[in-house]
């Protein structure tokens, strides 16, 4: 007998804190979440396991990155109100961000005059924070709207073409069921391959646009960033072009 076992990561959120989102570029909440590394038969675990670190995610975009739980106050069982939440979780946190909140102001009324570092900084941040979110997606199969209207288009062309068939000539019907299932098989794989794009095209284009418009990138800027995170081995850099980015921003 064949018996499935391991190690797989656990998760388990704990509360929330304050802190900066570089992809929203204000204040927000996070979700804070243990990470587990716990034993497991048939991929069912038991209990959180050995601790391995702990991960906060935005509770506004859902970037999320590795975290030191003990780099807060508190942490909280609710996400709010954010004033709140600030004052119990990071109390600290506005005086910390007072250089970066001048240089969102900046951002915002004068960005022909940052510097180039200052811009391919700002460029680079939202992008790196997002990449995690994308390398998540990609590492496992995901089954979105296009691909479960695939397989049940599949199941759907099974069923009917043999009965269409079958109407046709009494010999048409086994054949039916054959071209029903190519037919079904081709759809899964096409809405497979479309997927990523999918994804990146309704969940990271929106937010990363949105969080990039204010900074006015050039296409030769956004090229530099994404082909450096392509170099790095990054599936962002590999996934996404300039071009895209910049239609994003425009519409």
């Avoid at 990054?234 to 300039?242: D, E, F, P, Q, S």
Wanted: charged share 20%; hydrophobic share 40%; aromatic share 8%.
């Amino acid at each position: 007998m064949f018996i499935v076992w391991g190690r797989k990561i656990t998760r388990r959120t704990v509360g929330y804190v304050a802190d900066f989102c570089g992809v929203c570029r204000v204040p927000r909440a996070f979700r804070m979440t243990r990470l587990g590394s716990a034993g497991h038969v048939y991929y069912i675990s038991f209990g959180e396991g050995k601790l391995v670190g702990h991960q906060r995610t935005c509770t506004s975009c859902g970037a999320f990155s590795d975290a030191d739980v003990n780099a807060y106050a508190r942490v909280s069982k609710s996400s709010g109100p954010m004033e709140t939440l600030k004052r119990e979780t990071h109390p600290g946190l506005d005086e910390a961000l007072e250089q970066r909140l001048a240089l969102e102001v900046r951002v915002k009324t004068a960005p022909h005059l940052l510097s180039e570092e200052e811009r391919l900084g700002l460029i680079f941040s939202p992008i790196n924070l997002l990449s995690p979110k994308v390398e998540r997606h990609f590492a496992t199969t995901h089954m979105d709207g296009g691909v479960a209207l695939a397989i049940a288009g599949g199941i759907g062309l099974c069923f009917v073409l043999p009965v269409v068939g079958s109407a046709i000539s009494s010999s048409y019907g086994p054949p039916g069921f054959l071209l029903g299932l190519v037919a079904g098989f081709g759809l899964l794989i096409w809405q497979l391959i479309a997927s990523g794009p999918r994804f990146m095209r309704k969940e990271i284009l929106p937010l990363l646009a949105k969080s990039l418009a204010p900074v006015k990138p050039s296409e030769a800027e956004l090229e530099r960033a994404l082909r450096e995170f392509k170099q790095a081995g990054h599936k962002i850099g590999k996934k996404l072009t300039a071009a895209q980015v910049i239609e994003a921003i425009r519409s």
